[in-house]
């Protein structure tokens, strides 16, 4: 409920440092947005998380113009960043596996202003297993400023072991 986001939500909001590029798949830390994640435990299942991120206004490609609000393209990534690191966290999704993203769906709902924390609730569902590991999953999520729905997104994943992933890249 949103009761409960919210209760999430303001446990994290003064977070000021970025998690380690590596569980987001950069290569540079000002490509890191995601700032902190904290599980939300639903009946002893962790599917869901809150996100606090921290959004650069010098960002040299997302704000290489001045702008009054966070562009959607950025709000895109950083929905991205928490899917992958859900992954990684949650369902232990090895460092090197490959994310292949096979649909997004956005709705912005209002503008995300530059003054106010960024936050967002995601909800992984319809996981598929192999042979015990993650190899797809859907996230479904909401962005929050000042307890403000800015936009929802869900995303359809595929996770690929490495190996596998070279060899379909061959063909």
Same mark, same amino acid.
């Given at each position: ?106 709705? +912005?709902? @209002?503008?995300?202003?530059?003054? %106010? ?6 909800? &992984?569902?319809?996981?598929? /297993? *192999? !042979? ?11 962005? +929050?400023? @000042?307890?403000?729905?800015?936009? %929802? ?6 996770? &690929?072991?490495?190996?596998? /992933? *070279? !060899?379909?890249?061959?063909?």
């Amino acid at each position: 409920t949103y009761t409960d986001i919210k209760h999430h939500l303001l446990k994290i909001i003064d977070s000021r440092k970025n998690i380690d590029r590596k569980f987001v798949h950069k290569n540079r830390d000002e490509n890191v947005f995601v700032s902190e994640v904290k599980l939300v435990n639903s009946n002893g299942i962790y599917d869901e998380v809150v996100t606090k991120y921290n959004i650069n206004l010098n960002h040299s490609f997302f704000f290489e113009h001045p702008k009054d609000h966070i562009p959607g393209l950025m709000l895109i990534e950083a929905g991205r960043q928490a899917g992958t690191i859900m992954s990684h966290m949650i369902y232990d999704v090895p460092l090197d596996y490959v994310f292949i993203l096979d649909d997004v769906q956005i709705k +912005f709902l @209002n503008l995300a202003n530059l003054d %106010s924390p960024l936050v967002a609730y995601n909800h &992984i569902k319809d996981k598929k /297993f *192999k !042979r015990n590991k993650l190899v797809s999953l859907v996230a479904d999520g909401y962005f +929050f400023q @000042n307890e403000k729905k800015i936009a %929802s997104m869900k995303s359809t994943w595929h996770i &690929i072991d490495p190996r596998i /992933f *070279k !060899r379909m890249s061959r063909k």
